[in-house]
């Protein structure tokens, strides 16, 4: 089968792409960027392009029976670090538009668009089921809406959409803010949590959500929209969660309880001066409890996750241990001073 892949480069977008190539499928990847690591790249066709580029991306869906859209900027993203809130959504934006757009005028049989969990902003219902309000907390959780609308329209105009709404992703190669957290245990740092750390908040492996994208393309449900997670009744508290990854990292790590107003506050006068390490979408939902109903997932496309919270951080880690050099978070004069105040310990 022949595949078009947008943001193949990406995180989600190698587990996708080696799960299908696995399968004997023909892949041809997009992106602005290469492969983080040369020597672990899949072995797929790759476009480098621009998603604001239609020509590009109508070339490269030639003869695609699926397109996988996995491509979006969000300012944790080394190469969108400069970008504004508008330029975020703008781009994000555009690009649906552009796949949708080709999907079209190619007649491709479906395209599967990743979209996320933070389109729901802060739970008012634990769990969210996929009808719960939607009232993104930034630029990113905005164009994803927005996303979704486009995505309804086309499907009402006969194009064959499923729409995947992910927790957060891990996996290999990632950025971040969990790098962040991952730097800190390495490093045997104080880890601040933000609050009593009692909450829960679902997780998802990229590896699951990669199989739920195949799963997605498969499927002949009328249903389109799809929450996908972790097992939620698996899930948990923060401060267990992280407790089980100092355990297993075998570090000096300490967790520090950080009062919430207090550096909810902070972290939004940095942010007003681009110094907060951490985006609005974190310092926000950090205290709150957090967990995706998937059963709708589970029942139309027989999906189920196959790695629960702790497991799938925990392999995170390792793998993140094994390429620290590389992926290592880029020096940051807030993380700089809690290195320095870690140091400083009796």
Known sequence: MNLLLTGSSGLLGQCLARLLVERGDKVTGLDMVDPPIASEAVPIDLVRADMSDRS?????????EVIYHLAAAQRMKPQFSNLDEQEIYDMNLGAVANVLAVAAELGTRKVVFVSSSGIYGIPQTIPCTESHPTIPLGAY?????????????????????TVLRPMSLFGPRMTGVFAILFEWVRTGQFVFTLGAGKNRVQMVSAWDVAEACICAAQTTSKVRFFNIGSAPEEVPTVYEQVRALIEHAGTRSRVIRVPAALLRTAAKVLDTVNLSPIVPEHYLLADSTFLLDIGQARAELGWEP??????????????????????RPAPQPILSLLALLSSKRS
């Open 56 to 64: 590009a991306l109508r070339e490269a869906a030639q003869g695609a």
């Open 141 to 161: 959780g905005d164009s994803k809406l927005e996303a979704e609308a486009l995505c309804r329209k086309a499907i009402d105009e006969g194009l064959d959409v």
């Open 306 to 327: 196959k790695r629960n919270n702790v497991q799938l951080m925990n392999e995170a880690y390792d793998w993140y241990l094994e390429n620290v050099d590389e992926y």
